[in-house]
RNA sequence: GGUCCUGUGGCCGAGUGGCUAGGCAAAGCUCUGCAAAAGCUUCUACAGCAGUUCGAAUCUGCUCGGGACCUCCA
């Protein structure tokens, strides 16, 4: 079955056919470090990590790059340009290296904590001057950039003449010249709409880097190109990133690497959706960021509660990725509680023993049970639709409980059913979403005092000395451990 | 103002022109010492108006609402 991507840059599904055979190239735009990681950085992230786990279970070898941006960024203040990073440094009175290391320590942790898989390369903005210059040098030298002041700038009505600028975001040259805000360097620029590919450094400027224009720094789109070129090569496969990084970012990313590289960057154009909170983009300028630290602490106002990683990630899986999600702690709540459930599903179903019968019992459960497990990847190919397998999933729990309570005869299924429904859900639930969840059946010691309990708890039971058979699940209960009379007259328990 | 997206049951969310998405919440029942869990059942929606069609949540037009981008942004 071949995987079908919607690519951005043709506005349609296409099948997703590598440039290598059986390798792909996938360019992720990394977070600024200039902060902490919010709940919207959660959702690219996580999307173009099932997106990756799912290549690679396809079969490809994947070189998965995401940068992180340490420098260079723009920011208007007043009229001056700002770096973003220098910035903040100075407020918090950090070196701007140790300010970025901070944060790109808390960015790490945070992807530890939803399971991300890290990236095959994760390159620096800081890491790659000598590149980013280099590139400017080739784009000036095929007459695209100019010079002024010791900045460099594209020159976008000269490549617009000739290439398709604006077919990413759907933009139309002429609206840009007229939007385009008042930028610091206006005047220098040849055109309004034109962007900086090096900035000339101000005097109080402290990350700074010498060039062949002065000393300055970066501009923001350049180090995307620089790196992704030099780690992917002139065309790769995947460019992935939010959906708001469109415009300006990827369509100048577009015009640099084709004037530099005489070549479109990206076959595949895939973009995330935002995370909305009560229907509007979370954002600074919208002043209502839930970072993460809160968001998994509940230590925040619109939070009744804490969520964790997993809750997150499962919520962002349940709607497709190219669909604005938008945030409640109700929501969230919901995804809680439908995890549990799926989890607890999962866990039955690793446990159910597989019977030697060939034939299913029940034929028409069976080759239902069979088309839903089927379904896994053809949804999965069908441009990531992560929702639709979840709710095959719900399907399939309470068949799993049946036969584990006995409603659904154990022979019901055939053998080979059995099989592929414990490894579908291993390779979609583990593999695939990257869902994790510690039982504490892992855990000897554990093990052994929850074994001794249940012991006590079952003599008890017998003695009909209900008040101790309860004391033993109360308190379990208020350390987060359950505790659950099976209908065997067996216990069972999770975390 | 320009460009584009979107409006689904109490809430969240899939959705191909015709066939029950799913989850959460709620109600009833079964099981159970009690509970939890689980199972079964119920709640059948598609902003409004008009059109195309044998048939539209799905296509077209208009109206109303929401959002994104046009500026740093995941």
Redesign the pocket.
């Known amino acids: 079955m071949p995987l079908k991507v919607y690519n951005s840059y043709t506005?349609t599904k296409e099948v997703f056919t590598p440039i290598t055979p059986g390798h792909a190239g996938m360019y992720v735009?990394?977070?600024?470090v200039s902060?902490e990681?919010?709940?919207?950085?959660?959702?690219?992230?996580i999307t173009f990590d099932f997106i990756y786990r799912y290549l690679t279970y396809k079969g490809y070898k994947v070189r998965y790059v995401r940068n992180i941006?340490d420098a260079g960024?723009?920011?208007?203040e007043g009229k001056e340009a700002e770096d973003?990073v220098s910035k903040k440094a100075i407020l918090e009175k950090l070196e701007p290296m140790e300010l970025v290391q901070k944060y790109t320590n808390l960015f790490h942790w945070a992807m530890l904590q939803f399971n991300c898989v890290e990236p095959s390369i994760e390159p620096t903005a800081t890491g790659h001057i000598v590149e980013q210059i280099s590139m400017i040098e080739k784009i000036i030298a095929e007459g695209y950039a100019y010079e002024v002041n010791g900045s460099v700038y594209f020159d976008l009505k000269k490549y617009a003449a000739t290439h398709d600028y604006g077919k990413l975001?759907?933009?139309?040259m002429d609206?840009?010249l007229?939007?385009?805000?008042e930028?610091d360097g206006q005047q220098e620029k040849r055109d309004k709409?034109d962007?900086a590919l090096w900035k000339s450094a101000a005097l109080e400027h402290i990350m700074r880097w010498k060039s062949p224009w002065g000393e300055g720094f970066p501009g923001?789109h350049i180090e995307c190109s620089a790196m992704a070129t030099k780690y992917l090569g002139a065309e790769f496969d995947i460019h992935g990133?939010?959906?708001?990084?469109?415009?300006?970012?990827h369509e100048s990313e577009i015009a640099q690497s084709t004037i530099c590289n005489h070549h479109t960057p990206a076959k595949y154009w895939i973009?995330?959706?935002?995370?909305?909170?009560n229907?509007?983009?979370?954002?600074?300028?919208?002043n209502n960021v839930i970072k993460l630290t809160e968001m998994f602490s509940g230590n925040h106002p619109l939070l009744t509660q804490a969520f964790s990683p997993m809750t997150v990630r499962f919520?962002i899986l349940?709607?497709?990725y190219?669909?604005?999600?938008?945030?409640?702690s109700?929501?969230l709540?919901?995804?809680e509680?439908?995890?549990?459930?799926?989890w607890?599903?999962y866990e039955v179903l690793k446990k159910l023993p597989v019977g030697l019968n060939e034939e299913a019992a029940d034929a028409a459960l069976n080759s239902k049970v069979v088309q839903w497990l089927n379904e896994f990847d053809e949804?999965m190919d069908?441009?990531f639709?992560t929702?639709?397998i979840?709710?095959?999933?719900?399907?399939l729990?309470?068949?799993?409980?049946?036969i584990?309570?006995g409603?659904i005869a154990p022979g019901a299924l055939a053998a080979t059913t059995l099989v592929l429904l414990q490894q579908q859900f291993k390779t979609y639930l583990e593999d695939i979403f990257g869902l994790t969840h510690t039982t504490g059946a892992d855990d000897n010691t554990l093990q052994g005092v929850m074994q001794l309990l249940i012991d006590i708890?079952k003599e008890a039971?017998i003695r009909?000395d209900?008040?101790t058979?309860?004391k033993i699940?109360k308190q379990l209960a208020t350390i987060g451990i359950?505790?659950?009379?099976?209908?065997d007259g067996s216990m069972s328990w999770n975390k």
């Not at 509680?337 to 799926?342: G, I, N, Q, V, Y």
């Open positions: 506005r735009c990394g977070p600024t902060g990681s919010h709940l919207g950085h959660a959702r690219p992230y941006t960024h723009f920011e208007e973003k975001s759907g933009r139309v609206d840009l007229e939007t385009t805000r930028l709409a962007f923001w990133g939010g959906m708001d990084l469109q415009f300006p970012h973009h995330n959706n935002m995370i909305t909170i229907g509007k983009k979370m954002g600074k300028s919208y919520f349940q709607s497709h190219r669909s604005p999600v938008d945030f409640s109700e929501a709540l919901a995804s509680k439908a995890l549990k459930r799926l607890e599903a949804f069908d441009d639709s929702a639709k979840l709710a095959n999933m719900f399907e729990a309470p068949v799993i409980n049946g584990k309570d409603h708890r039971k009909k209900y008040s058979s309860d699940r359950e505790l659950k009379d099976e209908k």
